[in-house]
């Protein structure tokens, strides 16, 4: 069965640290992979995604992340956060149809 | 500007009450989802449909029923409604063989739903 793991729930961070937030998947088949943000009070929005190819790909808002296949993660980076950067963060694996999400990470950054 | 719209944003039923949740996409795309999202739980699954009247049980469909006579619309239907069933739903959309550049979910703004 596919599954979604993020290991960071909570995390609070000080504006121009590095954040680097943890997603683990499990999925039998050819995995296209997916980070979506929803700031306060907003939609779901697509952060970045990974389907082939170079597997360190770039999202926007500076955002990117690297699929290690070996490790099943694709984890999400960004060097310098921002006050703005508060949300929270869902990783998602698509399937044959559906998409599959993490429980969430929520990321807080201190101005 | 592409749009998934939920027909309510707050909601507040009884327990045992029947409730519909409507969502509407204009962007002629052949998939749509219903997630329900609790926090410390993310997103879960509960329905998808990828046709008109064709629907398939994501990972928590107990309790819930769909409806897709239409292509643009897919109804969530509480049958009795229950308190565990208090939560924010939201709808989401997307085609169905978008190819790399062109594949996302589209969301609607949720309908958080209050079950007393």
């Known amino acids: 069965a596919q599954s979604v793991s993020q290991h960071n729930h909570h995390v609070i961070l000080s504006e121009a640290a590095s954040l680097e937030l943890g997603c683990n998947y499990s999925?039998?088949?050819?995995?296209?992979l997916f980070w979506y943000v929803q700031y306060p009070g907003q939609h779901l929005q697509l952060l970045l995604k990974?389907?082939?190819?170079?597997?360190l790909v770039k999202g926007i808002k500076g955002f990117e992340a690297e699929f290690i296949k070996s490790k099943f993660s694709f984890n999400l980076r960004k060097p310098s956060v921002q006050w703005s950067d508060t949300a929270e963060y869902f990783c998602a694996v698509r399937g044959t149809y559906k998409y599959i999400f993490g429980t969430g990470t929520r990321l807080k950054v201190l101005a | 500007d592409v749009k998934v719209t939920q027909s309510s944003r707050y909601l507040v039923k009884r327990t045992g009450e029947k409730v519909f949740l409507e969502c509407v996409q204009d962007?002629?795309?052949?998939?749509m989802f219903w997630y329900r999202q609790d926090p410390g739980l993310g997103l879960r699954l509960i329905y998808f449909s990828y046709d008109v009247k064709m629907k398939e049980k994501g990972d928590i469909p107990e309790g819930y029923s769909v409806s897709r006579e239409k292509k643009e619309r897919f109804s969530l239907i509480l049958e009795s409604a229950s308190t565990n069933q208090t939560s924010m739903y939201l709808c989401a959309s997307s085609l169905i063989s978008p190819g790399p550049t062109n594949e996302k979910l589209f969301f609607g703004s949720g309908t958080q739903l209050s079950v007393l």
């Open positions: 990974y389907f082939s190819g170079d597997p």
């Open positions: 999925y039998g088949g050819t995995v296209n």
């Open positions: 962007m002629d795309h052949e998939n």
